[in-house]
């Protein structure tokens, strides 16, 4: 199978909803990167994907403002696609898999002193589909002063929406008697519920050749999550990123 690394870059209009110690609605525009090995034919494709979001939040409430430092943004997601028969020609491609998914939220608010420190991960088993359509032009087109060459492109989406959902959260406040007994933990506090919260992403990309068969790639990323709708910590959060990747082919 053909062998591609991605790297890109772009921005991220990220929202979070923290109802531990408080609800509060925190949002902020801040940087996204992702990073890929990707094996791909029309027959099969599987991809390793890393997203990465520092940045700053804001939140307003009450006249009063308060931020919040993201140290830690990161989804790490492994995906897996067997092409469908039933709706495939030369110019459509369908196919279907799975997705594993663990994504890891580190977040501090110095307002709320011993509460400051806040943190949150996801683990979610979801189905996955992805629609390519090959919008290729085979012949050189002239308009006006305009010349467009015959170069390969692609415009394909991706929806993949939890089956199997986890999350690893605090209790309603960040705080723990840990350090109390001697025995400072990070994890006291916390706990995992498997079967529980929501998470759905899709991915949107538009994809044309460049010299050496490597690639430009423009997409759009949706990811929502949440933990449990019932619990009292809930915690949502949504990222929306715009990125600008360069694909390369490795063989």
Do not use: C
């Amino acid at each position: 199978m053909p062998v591609y690394a991605e790297l890109g870059a772009g921005v991220n209009n990220s929202r979070f909803v923290d109802f531990g110690t408080s609800p509060l609605y925190y949002s902020g525009i801040m940087l996204g990167l992702t990073g890929a090995i990707r094996k791909e034919t029309d027959k099969r494709e599987v991809a390793t994907t890393v997203y990465y979001s520092p940045g700053t939040y804001k939140m307003s409430y009450n006249d009063i403002e308060m931020a919040s430092k993201s140290k830690v943004n990161l989804s790490l997601r492994y995906t897996r696609l067997y092409q469908l028969d039933v709706f495939n020609n030369d110019r459509w491609n369908l196919k279907v898999g799975g997705t594993a998914d663990m994504a890891v939220m580190l977040r501090t608010n110095p307002g709320f002193m011993n509460n400051a420190v806040g943190y949150n991960a996801f683990t979610n088993l979801m189905a996955s589909g992805k629609i390519s359509h090959d919008i290729s032009n085979t012949e050189r087109h002239k308009w006006w002063f305009f010349t467009i060459k015959p170069k390969n492109r692609k415009l394909s989406w991706q929806l993949d929406a939890g089956i199997v959902n986890g999350a690893f959260a605090n209790n309603f406040i960040y705080s723990n008697s840990s350090g109390v007994y001697n025995k400072p933990s990070l994890l006291s506090g916390h706990s995992y519920k498997l079967f529980s919260g929501f998470r759905m992403s899709s991915r949107f990309d538009y994809q044309f050749d460049v010299f050496n068969r490597n690639a430009i790639k423009i997409s759009y990323v949706w990811d929502a999550m949440m933990t449990g709708n019932k619990d009292q910590n809930r915690f949502q959060l949504v990222n929306n990123m715009l990125l600008l990747s360069y694909n390369v082919k490795l063989r």
